[in-house]
């Protein structure tokens, strides 16, 4: 048997109880950063003012290119 003065003992326990409870509150709050759902940008509806394609795009922007032609358009509408 390992023999530890009373000291040495209630350190470790209250070593062992530390990390314990450091690894709990760790496990957590990495579970609860993994599943905080994602919100996304409402797509904007462009409309070619040279090809008249339509096309979404979901970033805030006033204006975007036109993945047919590469004309720069306002957007028409957001969703």
């Known amino acids: 048997m390992i023999t530890l003065p009373l000291p040495d003992a209630l350190t ?3 070593i062992l109880h530390l990390s314990l409870v450091l690894l709990a509150t760790l496990y957590y709050a ?3 950063y993994r ?3 994602r919100r996304h940008a409402a ?3 462009f409309r070619c003012s040279g090809c008249g394609h339509v096309y979404l795009d979901r ?3 006033p204006m975007s290119e036109c993945d047919k032609c590469g004309t720069m358009n306002e957007s028409v509408k957001n969703l």
């Open 12 to 14: 470790a326990i209250l």
């Open 30 to 32: 990495i579970r609860r």
């Open 35 to 37: 599943w905080i759902p």
């Open 43 to 45: 797509p904007n509806v």
């Open 59 to 61: 970033r805030n922007l």
